[in-house]
């Protein structure tokens, strides 16, 4: 499938950067880090108005029936402004797996509210450092949900939760109304992600139809993964291109420092890890639909998590010692640079997803 | 559009396996280099015969007035098979479409083409001198006006294929008192003139395809000349960017990754299979990673000019991150075969033998523009940052310290 974007998808990508440029709040985002347990609620009105929770969803279920691309595209301009919240990529998450592996019932129930962006969706697969059980601790029997699932993206806010747990002889996938459940807020050094284990009592929970659950779940955290991948990259461009306009502005020794080989290479070294980032967070979601999507998703995500990670890290460093205060908010995107490598599997994780792929043995 | 695109490739693939038992990597192990040459200028010829030469050159230079798609497409699947052709790619690359464009005598030039693309004729680029490569602008060879033609006199380095070449192209320095890239003037030599010497530099992989020419007072008429007096910067610098795009490995041309599973699988560490370790399994999953985008970013680009659009800027990352990380690669690599990794074949393919590929790594971060030159040119073509301080601009070129 093509990866160059067409009329449409660049007029996505151009609109929602123009309109996420124009309402960038540095001093809200600085605030939510110290405020646990909140997220930019204006930030998630717009990301509705605009239609974008609706992006990638089915158009009977009120989605506009665009795919990874597009929502790719505005992945790109969230992550470059630092998003105020995880749920463009969490509600798609439980989206996704209800359009999949839900019955008519539990579509009809929820997609439409999570389209319009009503109604909000976590997804719960990892537990302690393993973002994928082979054998989940949290059980599911007789229709009810038990155990916690640990530092859930979202979860504190969410209203639907898509869950891996264990039947007492296989893996299943179920969907839980969160409404009763209860939840513990986790305080975060990225606090506007709405992280909180989800404690399991009995819930009540429905079955979701899947063969072989684990290997589901790999494809909804794989679809989830392109998501925020296209995040990582807007953030990775964003702190790059912070450091190029810093580097032709600051003097040091008589000179722009950006004429110093030390710090016009590290950043022309930034730049090269974006564009192989972009370039695969792009084939991954231009064939999410095809044979490959566990091996580009798995590209993608170690090629996103490594430009950011340097991005960020090198963006810092370029600024001296301006580059460390509180009020400049480069922290925010190292913040943000460790929840989105968290978030959809680490990076240990993918690579060994990625070998299993290229070895030829079972993930 | 794409169709015909796939097409094309379709019917490239099929030429190219018709002939891979005569000219394919099989057919040339354990032949000399002398041999191997004479193999390639058969390719060149069986190419020529059969369309594939010149594809993207105009028909009345003997080429087949196709696009640069064609082109690409076809050298991305020549690659796969091993062909003897490297003895030409400078040839045809640079100097070759230089002589199409800037030469004086239209026939002169026509005859050279079609038997450079025959394999007939090799073409050699007099750039480099043992002042700089990297700082062009500063070469030394010195070019003095005779009566109505000129004197060179100096020496060249790093000249590839100098010594199977019939003519070459070079820079060489008409005036001293101006500006450094003011004085330079652009000539096509005859290497076959008097007074042309080559002298072979053994490289560190132990092969020898670069040479040292000197140039004891050779004789060129001023039809031989490419640029205005004082304006060959510019023409060397075209002949430099000549080909915007071409045929990439993402793999640095070294091994393919596959080859490094395999022997991963193979070899054990600590009794354990080496596919099973961490670290092994970390540099797989990122190189794939990294080759992954640069495939990715090359077949954009390819959807680009299809399209009609300039390719993006990008393009400019393959040489620079692919060939780092196959060095890094091919060490690792030779480690994990243990002592056993010590064992080294001088005649292998570097793109099936990690000791050969690995040897021959450091040459491919300098030949056609070092890591650092790489690094400033994306730095300041591509994101707008400051050129470095140079100490030497607007001073006459004689009033430089050397
Ligand atoms: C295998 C091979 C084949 C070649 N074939 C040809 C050929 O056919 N024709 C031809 O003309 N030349 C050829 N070359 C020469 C090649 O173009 C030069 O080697 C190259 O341009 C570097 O020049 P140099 O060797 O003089 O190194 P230098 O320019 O002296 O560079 C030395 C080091 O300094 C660094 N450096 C230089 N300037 C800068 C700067 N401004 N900023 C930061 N770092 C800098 C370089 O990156 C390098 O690391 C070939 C070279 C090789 C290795």
Redesign the pocket.
């Known amino acids: 499938m093509s990866i160059l974007l067409d009329e449409g998808q660049q007029a996505i990508a151009t609109e929602s950067r123009r309109i996420i440029d124009a309402r960038e709040n540095k001093a809200k985002a600085l605030d939510l880090i110290e405020a646990s347990g909140e997220y930019d609620a204006a930030w998630w009105d717009m990301c509705r108005e605009q239609g974008w929770t609706a992006v990638a969803l089915p158009e009977e279920a009120g989605g506009l029936g665009l795919g990874l691309v597009e929502l790719g595209q505005v992945a790109v301009a969230v992550g470059a402004g630092i998003a105020g919240a995880p749920f463009l990529t969490s509600s798609f998450g439980v989206a996704d797996a209800l359009n999949r592996h839900g019955d008519q019932q539990q579509k009809a129930r929820w997609l439409g509210l999570l389209a319009s962006g009503d109604k909000i969706g976590a997804v719960a697969f990892a537990e302690g450092q393993n973002p994928l059980p082979t054998k989940p601790s949290v059980t599911f029997s007789d229709g009810k949900l038990s155990g916690t699932k640990p530092a859930v993206s979202a979860g504190l806010h969410a209203d639907i939760a898509v869950v891996l747990a264990f039947d007492g002889t296989k893996s299943v996938l179920v969907s839980v109304d969160l409404s009763g459940v209860e939840r513990q807020r986790i305080n975060s050094f990225d606090n506007s992600r709405g992280t909180a284990d989800l404690v399991f009592d009995d819930s009540p929970a429905e079955l979701l139809q899947a063969d072989d659950a684990r290997r589901a779940a790999l494809e909804i955290l794989a679809r989830q993964a392109i998501i925020t991948a296209h995040e990582q990259v807007g953030g990775a461009e964003k702190a790059m291109l912070i450091a190029r306009d810093y580097a032709n502005t600051r003097k040091a020794f008589g000179q722009l420092i950006g004429a110093f ?1 030390a710090v016009k290479h590290r950043i022309a070294e930034l730049y090269g890890l974006v564009e192989i980032a972009r370039a695969n967070a792009l084939h991954a979601a231009a064939n999410a639909d095809g044979p490959d999507l566990i091996k580009n998703a798995a590209a993608a995500r170690i090629a996103a998590t490594d430009a950011y990670d340097t991005s960020a890290r090198d963006s810092m460093q370029l600024h001296g010692g301006i580059g460390v205060t509180w009020e400049t908010g480069l922290h925010l995107h190292q913040r943000r640079t460790r929840t989105l490598a968290l978030e959809q599997g680490n990076l240990l994780f993918w690579e060994d997803v990625l070998v299993n792929e290229l070895a030829g043995e079972k993930a | 559009m794409t169709d015909a695109y796939e097409a094309y490739r379709q019917k490239a693939r099929s030429w190219l396996q018709s002939i891979e038992s005569e000219f394919g990597r099989e057919a040339r192990r354990g032949l000399t280099e002398e041999q191997d040459l004479a193999l390639g200028r058969r390719y060149q010829s069986a190419k020529y015969a059969a369309g594939y030469a010149g594809i993207n050159w105009p028909e009345d230079f003997g080429g087949q007035g196709l696009s640069h798609i064609e082109k690409v497409i076809f050298e991305s699947e020549e690659m796969k098979f091993g062909v003897p052709s490297v003895y030409f790619g ?1 040839s045809l690359g640079m100097p070759v479409p230089i002589l199409m464009r800037y030469g004086p005598d239209k026939e002169f030039a026509r005859e050279r083409v079609i038997k450079a693309l025959k394999g007939e004729e090799i073409w ?5 001198e043992p002042s ?4 062009l602008a500063g070469l030394r060879l010195k070019a003095e006006q005779d009566g109505n033609g000129w004197r060179l006199n100096g020496q ?1 380095v ?4 100098a010594h199977y070449s019939d003519y070459g192209v070079i820079v060489a320095r008409t005036d001293p008192t101006v500006e450094k890239h003011k004085g330079l003037t652009y000539f096509w030599v005859d290497m076959k003139a008097p007074g042309v010497t080559v002298r072979g530099i053994k ?1 560190a992989g132990g092969d020898s ?2 040479n040292e020419v000197f140039f004891d007072n050779v004789r060129v008429e001023d039809n031989q000349r490419m640029s205005p007096v004082g304006g060959g910067f510019a023409v060397a610098i075209t002949t430099l960017m000549i080909e915007r795009y071409i045929a990439t490995d993402s793999g640095g041309f070294g091994p393919h990754l596959d080859l490094f599973v395999d022997l991963a699988k193979e070899v054990e560490i600590n009794g354990r299979p080496a596919i099973e370790d961490g670290r092994i399994r970390s540099a797989i999953a990122r190189n794939y990673a990294m080759r992954a985008g640069l495939d990715s970013i090359t077949a954009r680009a390819m959807l680009m000019m299809q399209a009609g659009m300039e390719p993006g800027p990008e393009g400019s990352l393959n040489k620079l991150v692919a060939v780092r990380s196959r060095q890094k690669l091919s060490e690792l690599a030779i480690d994990l075969q243990g002592n056993s990794g010590m064992a080294f074949e001088p005649h292998a393919f570097v793109k099936e033998d990690w000791s050969a590929s690995w040897l021959n790594a450091p ?1 491919g971060r ?8 790489l690094l ?1 040119t994306i730095a300041e073509r591509i994101l707008g940052l400051p050129q ?1 301080h140079r100490p030497d601009k607007g001073v006459p070129f004689n009033q430089i310290p050397a």
């Open positions: 080989q | 400078i050699c680029q007099l750039f480099s700089g490569g990297t700082d060249k790093w000249t590839s294929w490289l395809h670069v040459t300098i030949a056609g523009g070092s890591d650092e030159t400033n470095d």
